[in-house]
């Protein structure tokens, strides 16, 4: 696999602290709190601005997490978050720069973004057209195939996942339901996230691996692009069993080249599905045609919308 040598090789590494290169190491004083941006189910996220040293002025969003509420499972979720954003350099995804802990809380400090959930917002309120759908499906398709080369599983990729910077690029957040080290021996068992997005696979825990991600992503570009969700029920049960069994309605409205990018993301079997051999299958889909990878890598292709 794409991991080489290191393949099945969980990394260990102790949540002790990461610094930016060239920085002093971190604590709580040297952060001035500015205001809640949110409250997840073990933790909360400020905004924050850094009072000394050479970022002094900087802003960035404070990710604490209390760790005697953290179960012994959502610890172990933490500490593969922390793990995996410090190895994740990459300009579609969100940067720790910091991380350290004192006697009661763990600190992740990352990046704080200004164009924020705008991603989830224009997903309900605006039709994307098929380019602005194209550019932001190639930006995530890059950021997804760094993970899946570090041996990371999304599984729970949805829009809320999906940030915009304040250019407008898309910086793809949040691992606590990554599963780090997924080969097929090995697949994630667990049963997690928000089923109107999981792949079959994942609804009936026939354990998955990075294929699982491209159905997601598949539904992402579906719900993008008509403003619904390709398999939704009137409740879980019923949104499961169209995952497994329902025929997918094409909207006709589609261009061949999406309709056909579609089909071969919703295939129920993994090995069947676009992507299921690796990143390079989804680039060269015809529905890519016009895109530049690397100039799209290096940001120098305009975004749809400015935050």
Not at 33 to 51: D, I, W, Y
Not at 176 to 201: H, I, N, W
Not at 205 to 212: E, F, K, T, V, Y
Not at 233 to 245: C, F, P, V
Request: net charge neutral; aromatic share 10%; glycine share 8%.
């Amino acid at each position: 696999g794409p991991l080489g040598s290191d393949e099945g090789v969980v990394k260990e590494i102790p949540i002790t602290h990461h610094v930016k290169e060239g920085y002093e190491k971190a604590d709580p004083a040297q952060f001035e709190l500015l205001k809640v941006l949110g409250q997840g189910s073990f933790g909360k996220v400020f905004l924050v601005r850094k009072k000394t040293g050479p970022d002094a002025g900087q802003l960035y969003a404070m990710k604490v997490l209390k760790k005697a509420s953290l179960k012994v499972r959502d610890r172990v979720r933490t500490k593969m978050e922390r793990d995996i954003l410090v190895e994740v350099n990459h300009p579609f995804i969100v940067k720790l720069h910091y991380a350290f802990q004192t006697e009661g809380k763990l600190y992740l400090i990352l990046d704080f973004l200004r164009g924020g959930d705008v991603f989830t917002r224009l997903s309900k309120e605006v039709l994307f057209t098929e380019e602005d759908v194209k550019f932001y499906l190639a930006e995530l398709a890059l950021a997804l195939d760094h993970l899946h080369q570090l041996g990371i599983v999304y599984r729970d990729l949805k829009p809320e996942n999906i940030l915009l910077d304040e250019i407008g690029h898309i910086k793809l957040t949040d691992f606590g339901l990554s599963k780090e080290s997924v080969d097929q021996e090995k697949k994630a068992y667990e049963f997690c996230g928000t089923v109107e997005y999981m792949a079959p696979e994942v609804v009936n825990r026939r354990g998955h691996s990075q294929s699982a991600d491209w159905w997601s992503y598949g539904v992402l570009m579906f719900e993008m692009l008509t403003g619904t969700l390709p398999f939704q029920g009137k409740d879980r049960n019923e949104t499961m069993n169209m995952i497994l069994k329902a025929k997918l309605g094409m909207p006709q409205f589609l261009s061949a080249e999406a309709q056909s990018l579609l089909r071969m993301l919703f295939k129920r079997n993994p090995a069947n599905r676009l992507g299921s051999e690796g990143v390079e299958e989804i680039k060269r889909h015809l529905f890519f045609a016009n895109i530049d990878w690397d100039k799209l890598y290096k940001r120098e292709v305009q975004p749809p919308f400015k935050p």
